[in-house]
């Protein structure tokens, strides 16, 4: 069964950092696309970042490039997301997602098998 589980969510600080983790388990991460998703109270599922299976491209959403960073370790079948300068308005439901290539749309329908999500809370 394919699987994906996020950790590493918590409560920290405006200006904090948090590294969140997508593991997968009953297939490997190597050749899917991942995706970053958030989702906040009364809003939208939107998506964050992405990264190639090919290549490693990254991409991000205007409202967190230049603090985020999105990697992977193939070896560990993990795709990690390294949040920097984080803001109140980053508070969300964190999710990752498969895809076989990242979708510049980010629609969630483009992209498959789904986390359960890791909280985020940024608050003084």
């Known amino acids: 069964q394919l699987q994906l589980v996020e950790s590493g969510g918590g409560l920290v600080q405006p200006g904090g950092s948090l590294r969140l983790s997508c593991t997968a388990s009953g297939f490997t991460l190597d050749y899917y696309a991942i995706g970053w998703f958030r989702q906040a109270p009364g809003k939208e599922r939107e998506g964050v970042s992405c990264?190639?299976?090919?290549?490693?491209?990254?991409d991000y959403k205007d409202s967190v490039k230049g603090r985020f960073t999105i990697s992977r370790d193939n070896a560990k079948n993990t795709v990690y997301l390294q949040m920097n300068s984080l803001k109140p308005e980053d508070t969300a439901v964190y999710y990752c997602?498969?895809?076989?290539?990242?979708?510049?749309?980010?629609?969630?329908?483009?992209?498959?098998?789904w986390g359960q999500g890791t909280q985020v809370t940024v608050s003084p």
């Open positions: 990264i190639d299976s090919s290549d490693g491209k990254p």
């Open positions: 997602a498969s895809a076989l290539v990242c979708y510049s749309g980010y629609d969630p329908a483009d992209f498959g098998s």
